[in-house]
């Protein structure tokens, strides 16, 4: 079992967790990434597969997940290991990836989901929706939250007890 702590090391589940994911969707299924608050550990895995399927950068893939759950927080810890996955390991398991599952079936979509969601992201950030954690008065968010605004005035978004995060792809995927 995998703790939302800092020191946790996500990264050696990101070729199992891309392998489970991948597979599921060639066969059309769904897979289901969950973690207790879904802030951070499930999604450092939903941007760890979308950068490994993508030319996006662990930041641009945190926007993808960001534009669908703006709650999406990986702890710095877990940045850190995107980061380091993105600088030293990504451009290897991308290649492992096309290796094991040389179909293109999804590359094209893929992609083109991605920029769709990049885009909302924007005019969500343009619109001032949602914020990269400042909030309206230039303060640090206290509590690590995006800020979602009401008019006239901030809310802070909880997270509910048991979120998750869909993947096109029929089975389910627990690992938190």
Known sequence: MASDSPDQ???????????FIHAARLRDGNVLIHCLAGMS??????VA???SVTPLTWREALKVVRAGRA?????????????????????EE?????????SLAL??????????????????????????GKCSMGRQCPTGFLILRAPGRDRYLAPPLLS?????????????
């Open 71 to 91: 709650v999406a927080n990986p702890n710095l810890g877990f940045q850190r290991q995107l980061q380091d996955f993105e600088t030293y390991k990504l451009v």
């Open 9 to 19: 090391n996500l990264t050696q589940y990101f070729s199992l967790c891309n392998d």
């Open 41 to 46: 550990r499930s999604v450092t895995v939903a």
């Open 49 to 51: 597969y979308i950068m």
């Open 164 to 176: 998750y995060y869909l993947v096109e792809a029929s089975v389910l995927f627990l690992i938190f």
């Open 107 to 132: 590359t094209d979509s893929d992609i083109a989901e991605c920029r769709v969601m990049l885009d909302s992201y924007q005019t969500m950030l343009n619109q001032r929706t949602i914020c990269e």
């Open 94 to 102: 991308r290649r492992r990836l096309k290796e094991r599952y040389p």
